[in-house]
């Protein structure tokens, strides 16, 4: 896919898409706003949240395909927020956005439907428990709502209940979220009054979905031995995870790796065949993050898992973000799993084997650097001290050699790249080579 952008690029033009990597996405946003690069097919990634106006803005297709619906027309306001990138406000004296009818028919009612409708309205999403368990759960932590009276008196005052025009719903929903968070131990009731108790606390800090945290500190304390894949499957199960679709074409393959993994599986199959689906989900998004940890290049993931670098990079962030809850959940509730749990968090941050781990503590020495010591056979940082520079220098170049014995010898400092203060590099590194792990580099467009 790089090399295609760069082909695009080249010509002037480039696409743009929630599958490229982060500097890729980078590259095309500077090179249009400059003016080297004169048109862009984009995916609704453009349409939000980024400061990218053009002087015209085609939109092709008015409809998406919806799983379970097929294709369906896009809402009016995501219409609107498109057709509103045309235009620069004090650089441009106007814009154009052109939607493309596909005959004549349809003329007259994309105007009533897209160009001259007004937006949807918006409605609450708060009663679902995806947002109200997390929202009541921080409500009770920070103190704001030290009884039942207190929370609902809060949550009448929302959105929701204005729309709805009655706080039954509401309560209920309220009610049902109190009482899983009590089963769950994350909050305690005394009499009229309600409290998050230290688990409570914990996971309103963390900021992950309290069903997520019940789920993995349920799991953990079950569990009496460590297993990296049963970890990984865990966490790609939970609500918070957002996992890889599943093709027909995929069963045989996830099948195999159950069967494979049997043993360090930590969720078995479920029995309800309609939860069937959510469980090859988790295994298949577990597998390319067990296969970023292997050291599998990045390219081969990508074709493996029909996948780009930025959706690898997606996955690896959330995951990285759920270790480092469960880790924190672990020492509270299974310490034995504690620094195993913790090791692996690096070991998924720079995606590397746990035998590359006394390396990459290494400011510079990510993934690519610390395999090629390890093949040298200089496992450690003592291992680097005693090859010596010059041996060094042969496997990473001189210039990373001098970092690292500057390192050993405890005089480097750096300056910080944003706050412009000092520190000493011990802070851990992740990937050392920027056209490694997904990154793409400058010279791909030139």
């Not at 097919?41 to 998406?64: E, F």
């Not at 679709?245 to 479920?270: A, F, G, K, S």
């Not at 000092?422 to 467009?445: I, M, N, W, Y």
């Amino acid at each position: 896919m790089d090399r295609s952008l760069a082909s695009c690029v080249e010509k002037g033009s480039a696409f743009h898409h929630a599958g490229l990597s982060r500097d890729e996405r980078k590259i095309v946003e500077e090179g249009f706003r400059k003016g080297l690069i004169k048109s862009i097919s984009s995916t609704p990634t453009l349409a939000a949240g980024l400061n990218l106006p053009a002087r015209r803005v085609i939109i092709r297709d008015y409809l998406r395909f919806t799983a379970g619906e097929g294709m369906q027309p896009i809402p009016a306001s995501e219409y609107h927020q498109m057709a509103g990138r045309a235009g620069r406000p004090r650089l441009d004296p106007y814009g154009e956005a052109v939607l493309i009818a596909k005959d004549q028919g349809q003329v007259e009612e994309l105007f009533d439907n897209y160009i001259d409708a007004p937006a949807e309205d918006v409605h609450s999403k708060i009663a679902e428990p995806t947002a109200l368990y997390t929202h009541v759960l921080s409500l009770i932590a920070s103190g704001f709502a030290g009884t039942r009276g207190e929370l609902s008196e809060f949550m009448n005052r929302s959105f929701y209940v204005h729309e709805h025009r009655q706080g039954r719903l509401m309560q209920r929903a309220v009610d049902s979220a109190l009482k899983f968070l009590i089963t769950a131990e994350m909050v305690m009731e005394v009499g009229e009054h309600i409290g998050a108790t230290p688990f409570g606390s914990l996971v309103s800090r963390l900021y992950i979905d309290p069903r997520s945290a019940a789920m993995i500190v349920s799991t953990l304390k079950e569990r009496e031995e460590y297993a990296d894949t049963g970890l990984l499957q865990l966490i790609c199960s939970t609500p918070d995870m957002p996992r890889l679709y599943v093709r027909n074409t995929d069963r045989p393959q996830l099948d195999r790796m159950i069967d494979e993994h049997e043993e360090d599986l930590w969720l078995p199959p479920p029995e309800d065949e309609d939860e069937g689906e959510d469980y090859y989900r988790a295994i298949k998004t577990a597998m390319l993050l067990s296969d970023w940890t292997d050291e599998m290049p990045d390219a081969k993931i990508c074709e493996r898992y029909s996948v780009g670098p930025g959706d690898v990079f997606g996955m690896v962030e959330s995951v990285n973000w759920l270790l480092h809850a469960t880790a924190e959940l672990s020492r509270m509730f299974a310490p034995a799993f504690h620094q195993q749990i913790r090791d692996f968090e690096t070991c998924m941050k720079n995606g590397i084997r746990r035998e590359l781990l006394p390396l990459v503590k290494l400011w510079g020495i990510g993934r690519v650097r610390a395999r090629r010591l390890f093949n040298n056979s200089i496992t450690s940082p003592d291992a680097v001290r005693a090859a010596g520079i010059e041996s060094v220098t042969r496997i990473i170049g001189r210039g990373i050699a001098e970092q690292i014995f500057s390192q050993l010898e405890g005089t480097v400092r750096v300056t910080g790249e944003k706050t412009g203060h000092t520190k000493k590099k011990t802070d851990p590194v992740s990937r050392d080579e920027p056209g490694k792990a997904g990154q793409s580099t400058l010279s791909h467009f030139r």
